[in-house]
């Protein structure tokens, strides 16, 4: 009796999972029919998502909600908001130039302006534009307000400099539930860097750099160490340091931090394929966890240890995950702590200053006139103009007013290498490019 039971039950459970896969073949087949019936121009995967929201969904494009460790709240479809922001703009607002988006060869440069960065930002840009043999993509998340403003000027260079460039302007978008304090977090709007890889999600790689960044030689060759890179390298920075007795972080720190004297993220080369696919070892679980789910953690975790920002954040993802961070050396992110005290920077003195960092605002105030001097040089030069006479002698002549400091008595350092990036630039304007 049990067993004619037992062969009923089966019986009955083949013939049910048989009717459960009949119906699911059913409306398959009408599914491709009826899409079949909308022809060739209908909508499908992630743009098919797109029309079926409305286009308010997100609320705010600058700062979207998005929340990857809760269940939504009612009224929020299950689609990513934040994701679907970065989309939406992109297809539909985003103010883009250009079709060097994935063309092979072209080099990625990403920058976040926010408040009274803007012609710092764009002076920054025109040093990468002049100088840069490759293609170039700008990547230039910023605030709503100064959006116009970068399209007028970078439109204007195009037609004055015939170098290729293209760029992308972004809103700031943050992690809705806590986009007021990672906007805060040490400058504004300078965490936006942590979210690149998130946003960014069909680029291989980038160059990020802050505001306050002056290339004084082609961009393509820094960009060359991606070449360098091992297969666990994820990342590329600078020491903060290169002289402990006045290193902060082996001083001050409340946390951890990579290496002796811990890295400076103004400059910083980013796998972005890499990072995306990246498990992290962390001490707050023995699971390692992916970018995304490590940093809203990893800051609530250390909010009230860290001074420097998204930088000491990145100081202890890669004190745990050391083999996964590329060291260039100080020439590539040359600060004021790398002369202010006595030159400290063996490298800059070898081959010259090849990535300056104004850090500490020193463009714009007289404590480190050299820094000053080169800052106003790249920005008071007119695209066509002989580089020599408009750039080169006007930047010398300042230099030698800064011999009373420490960094002005190696100014020497300042136009090394820039002088070879000037002879280059030369040739273009003579070439009428």
């Known amino acids: 009796m049990r067993r004619h039971l037992r062969a009923a039950l089966l019986c009955s459970a083949f013939v049910l999972l048989l009717l459960l896969y009949v119906f699911n073949q059913i409306a398959g087949a ?7 019936a909308q022809g060739a121009s209908a909508p499908r995967g992630r743009e098919r998502d797109r029309e079926a929201f409305p286009s308010n969904r997100c609320k705010d494009v600058s700062v979207s909600f998005w929340n990857p460790y ?63 043999q490759k293609p170039l993509r700008f990547h230039i998340f910023a605030e709503d307000e100064l959006h116009d403003k970068f399209n007028s000027s970078l439109e ?13 302007i972004y809103p700031i978008t943050f992690p809705g539930n806590t986009a007021a304090v990672w906007k805060k977090l040490f400058k504004p709007c300078a965490s936006q860097r942590l979210f690149l890889p998130l946003i960014l999600k069909n680029l291989d790689s980038l160059l990020y750099v802050d505001t306050d960044v002056l290339f004084l030689s082609p961009m ?21 340091h290169e002289e402990r007795r006045i290193g902060w972080y082996n001083r001050f720190a409340r946390h ?9 993220s103004g400059v910083m080369l980013m796998n972005m394929t890499r990072i995306r696919k990246k498990y992290f070892k962390n001490d707050m679980t023995t699971a390692r966890l992916k970018w995304e789910d490590l940093l809203l953690p990893l800051f609530k975790k250390y909010k009230l240890n860290i001074t420097w920002g998204d930088q000491d954040l990145l100081n202890i993802i890669f004190y745990y995950n050391p083999e996964s961070l590329f060291i260039f050396p100080c020439q590539w992110n040359y ?8 030159s400290n920077c063996m490298g800059a003195e070898d081959e010259g200053i090849i990535v300056l960092h104004g850090n500490r605002g020193v463009y714009h105030d007289e404590k480190q ?32 007013k800064t011999t009373n400091t420490y960094c002005g008595r190696i100014h020497h350092v300042f136009t090394q290498r820039l002088k070879k990036s000037i002879r280059t630039l030369q040739g273009k304007v003579s070439r009428g490019r």
């Not at 920058?111 to 840009?125: F, Q, W, Y």
């Not at 170098?163 to 992308?168: A, C, E, L, R």
């Not at 951890?256 to 400076?264: A, E, I, Q, R, S």
């Not at 001097?373 to 007119?382: D, E, S, T």
């Open 30 to 36: 009408e599914e491709e029919e009826a899409e079949e």
């Open 156 to 168: 204007n260079w195009k037609k004055e400099f015939h170098q290729k460039f293209s760029h992308t």
């Open 220 to 240: 393509d060759d820094i960009w060359a160490f991606f070449e360098d890179f091992n297969q666990t390298q994820i990342g590329g920075m600078a020491p903060e």
């Open 256 to 264: 951890p931090y990579y290496g002796k004297t811990g890295v400076n």
């Open 369 to 400: 006139p050299a820094f000053r001097a080169v800052y106003k040089a790249i920005k008071n030069y007119p695209f066509g103009e002989d580089p020599i006479n408009s750039l080169l002698y006007p930047l010398e002549k300042e230099l030698q």
């Open 335 to 342: 600060r004021p702590d790398h002369c202010m005290y006595g």
């Open 70 to 132: 809760w269940m939504l709240p009612t009224g929020v479809c299950a689609v990513n908001c934040f994701w679907e922001s970065a989309f939406r703009y992109e297809v539909g607002r985003l103010r883009s130039r250009g079709s060097l988006e994935n063309s092979p060869g072209t080099m990625h440069l990403a920058v976040v302006a926010c408040g009274e960065r803007l012609e710092e930002t764009l002076t920054m840009l025109k040093s990468a534009v002049l100088f840069s």
